[in-house]
Each structure stands twice: as C-alpha cells, then as structure tokens.
C-alpha cells in the first residue's frame, strides 16, 4: 500500500485546512488509519485516528473539538480537518495505516506511512 499525504500549507492562526491522505489500494478500507504529526525536535505524536469502519475515531485532546477524520471509501482516501488552528500545531502530518482493523495510539502499530505535508500556523 501506498499513501500520499497532501493538503498542508502555511495558515494564520484560527484559520483551517483540510489533509487528504489517497491510498493506492482498496485493502486499506480494511484497516484502521491514523494522522500523526512531528514537530521539530518532537517525538511522533498520534493526532486522530478512525477504525477501519469508520467507528471509534481517537483525538488527542489537544485537537479534540478542533480536529475531524473521516473516510471515504469509494475514493480511498482519509480526511483531516483542521479548524481553529494554533501555533503550536506546526508540524509534519503523517498518514499511515494501521496493522489492523482498530488503531492504536502509537507507531508500532502502523505499517504503511505517507511522506508528510508541512503544516505551519502563524501567530
């Protein structure tokens, strides 16, 4: 499976952007899929995550009632809304699939990982 990340951008603060991630194949509807995010100096952090489903999706709670994931499945493809955007959520997202059905909060537990899109947030 190959995914690519796109959508990122240079945004003020309080402004939004949306994150697509397109996969190559259809086995990735299977799979859960999660967005994680490296700031600079900054271990990888998981962001959102949805269950193969579409069920159970996982925010961190400094994006919570900010960020929404969703899927489309017809076109492959996971979603990342990002609204009422701060500073402090500059980064690289990264998309990746999870090993499984169901997600998991940490990278071991995905195996296939997009090539990130910069987010950067001016204050």
């Known amino acids: 499976v190959q995914l690519q990340a796109f959508g990122g951008g240079l945004v003020q603060a309080g402004g939004f952007l949306r994150l697509s991630c397109a996969a190559s194949?259809?086995?990735?509807?299977?799979?859960?899929m999660g967005w994680f995010r490296q700031a600079p100096g900054k271990e990888r952090e998981l962001v959102a995550a949805?269950?193969?489903?579409?069920?159970?999706?996982y925010y961190a709670d400094s994006v919570k009632g900010r960020f929404t994931i969703s899927r489309d499945y017809a076109a492959n493809t996971v979603y990342l809304q990002m609204n009422s955007l701060r500073p402090e959520d500059t980064a690289v997202y990264y998309c990746?699939?999870?090993?499984?059905?169901?997600?998991?909060?940490?990278?071991?537990?995905?195996?296939?990982w997009g090539q990130g899109t910069q987010v950067t947030v001016s204050s």
């Open positions: 949805i269950a193969w489903n579409g069920g159970r999706p």
């Open positions: 194949d259809r086995t990735a509807g299977n799979n859960g």
């Open positions: 990746a699939t999870a090993r499984g059905a169901v997600t998991t909060t940490t990278t071991k537990g995905y195996n296939y």
